[in-house]
Nanobody
Framework: EQQQASGGGLVQTGGSPRLSCAAS????????IGWFRQAPGKEREGISC??????????YIVESVKGRFSMSRDNAKNTVYLQMNSLKPEDTAVYYC?????????????????WGQGTLVTVSS
């Protein structure tokens, strides 16, 4: 059981990359999924969560990126996405997805397990 974030890279200010969180060994639609980021020299920050599809499937975005970031699911591809728009240099960070438990729950989950390998997003000014 593992999942991994991908889609990062070097992006210009104002760019709109989409990060993917894909899993093997379990079905992401059954779990709440969170996106986190950790900028250089800073603590990890939770930025979004999407409830399991078995609950209401609602997504939540932290205020600091609301209006620019959004989450979605493609259950057929067993993938969760983080769409990032209008990127700023301060969005530079390693972005992680994590699987929340218990299964079938809404956001915020009891805790996050199954932290995947992150993907680095570097926003150039």
């Amino acid at each position: 059981e593992q999942q991994q974030a991908s889609g990062g890279g070097l992006v210009q200010t104002g760019g709109s990359p989409r990060l993917s969180c894909a899993a093997s060994g379990f079905t992401l639609r059954n779990y709440p999924i969170g996106w986190f980021r950790q900028a250089p020299g800073k603590e990890r920050e939770g930025i979004s969560c999407i409830s399991s599809s078995d609950s209401d499937g609602t997504s939540y975005i932290v205020e600091s990126v609301k209006g620019r970031f959004s989450m979605s699911r493609d259950n057929a591809k067993n993938t969760v996405y983080l769409q990032m728009n209008s990127l700023k240099p301060e969005d530079t960070a390693v972005y992680y997805c994590a699987v929340g438990i218990p299964v079938g729950s809404m956001c915020p989950p009891m805790r996050y397990d199954y932290w995947g390998q992150g993907t680095l997003v570097t926003v150039s000014s």
